[in-house]
C-alpha cells in the first residue's frame, strides 16, 4: 500500500525568523495517524537550521535542487553528498522553474536523478506539460518525453527509490488546479508507463501532484487512485495552510 507524502516546496522565501516560525507551527501539528509523511525543502543556505528545528519531529528534510557532479570545480553548485551530510533524504529534480529559468534539460534532469540516487537521497523529478502543450493534445507525450530521459539513464530499477510528481505547468503558482479528474488521468497514464517496464515497481511508486494544491483542494486530489500526494508551493509557506493539506493526507 502507497503512503502520502506531502512535500513542501518552499522556492526562493524564508529568512531565519520566518522558517523558524513556519517550522515549529508545522511540527507542533502533524496530524495524528499513519499513512502519510511530511518533507519540507527550504532554500539551501536554511537546511541546517532548519534541519535541527525538526530534530524529534516525524517531518523529513529535502532540497529543491542538487548537482549533478559529485565534488570540485562548479562554483555556486552543491553536490548531493553535501544534502545528505546536512540530513536531507529527499530532493526536487527537474522543477519546471529549473527546467524554464535555468535550462535544465531532461538528460541533465536524469543526470541529477542518478546523482541523488548515488549519494543516497531519493529524488523528487517533476514532470508536467505547459499550457499550449496540453491545448494541442501532447501533455502524454510531453511527460513521456521528460520521463524515457531518466527511464533511460538510469533504469526502470530506480524507481524502486525515487518519486514522481506531475505538476502542470499551468498550474504552478497561478491559483489554477488541475480538477481530479484531470490530474488522476495523467497520474494513470505514468503509472501505465512505468507498469509497462515493470509491473511491481509501478505499484509502489509514489506519484504526487503539484500545481496550486491546497487545504479546499487537498482532498478531492488525494482521493484519486493514482495521486499519492502532494508537492506544495504557496500553500507550504504558512504552517496552517500546509497542515490542513496534512490532514487531508492523514483522513486519506
Ligand atoms: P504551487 O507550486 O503550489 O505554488 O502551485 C507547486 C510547485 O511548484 O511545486
Redesign the pocket.
Known amino acids: 500500500m502507497r503512503e502520502f507524502l506531502i512535500a513542501g ?1 518552499w ?1 526562493m522565501n524564508g529568512s531565519n525568523a520566518a522558517n523558524r516560525e513556519l517550522v515549529s507551527g508545522i511540527a507542533a501539528g502533524v496530524p495524528a495517524g499513519s499513512g502519510f509523511s511530511l518533507l519540507v525543502c527550504p532554500p539551501y543556505p536554511y537546511l541546517a537550521a532548519v534541519g535541527s528545528a525538526l530534530e524529534g519531529s516525524p517531518v523529513k528534510l529535502g532540497a529543491q535542487n542538487v548537482s549533478e557532479h559529485e565534488s570540485g570545480a562548479f562554483t555556486g553548485e552543491v553536490a548531493p553528498a553535501m544534502l545528505k551530510d546536512m540530513g536531507c533524504d529527499y530532493v ?1 529534480v527537474g ?3 529549473r527546467r524554464a529559468m535555468y535550462g535544465e534539460s531532461s538528460f541533465q534532469v536524469a543526470a541529477k536523478f542518478q546523482a541523488a540516487q548515488a549519494a543516497g537521497l531519493t529524488p523528487i523529478v ?1 514532470v508536467g506539460e505547459t499550457l499550449e502543450e496540453r491545448e494541442d493534445g501532447s501533455t502524454e507525450s510531453v511527460v513521456d518525453f521528460q520521463l524515457n530521459a531518466v527511464f533511460d539513464a538510469a533504469g526502470i530499477g530506480a524507481f524502486a527509490s525515487a518519486v514522481v ?1 506531475y ?1 502542470p505547468v499551468w ?4 491559483g489554477k488546479t488541475a480538477t481530479p479528474e484531470q490530474a488522476q488521468e495523467v497520474h494513470r497514464h505514468i503509472r501505465g508507463r512505468l507498469a509497462a517496464l515493470d509491473a511491481g515497481i509501478a505499484e509502489n511508486v509514489q506519484i504526487l501532484y ?5 487545504g479546499e483542494n487537498a482532498a478531492g486530489l488525494l482521493a484519486m487512485p493514482d495521486i499519492d500526494g502532494g ?6 509557506l504558512k504552517a496552517d495552510d500546509f497542515l490542513a493539506i496534512a490532514a487531508a493526507a492523514a483522513q486519506g
Open positions: 516546496n522556492k526536487i522543477h519546471s522553474e517533476c510528481a505538476e498550474a504552478i503558482g497561478t503539484g500545481g496550486s494544491m491546497k508537492l506544495i508551493g504557496g500553500a507550504s
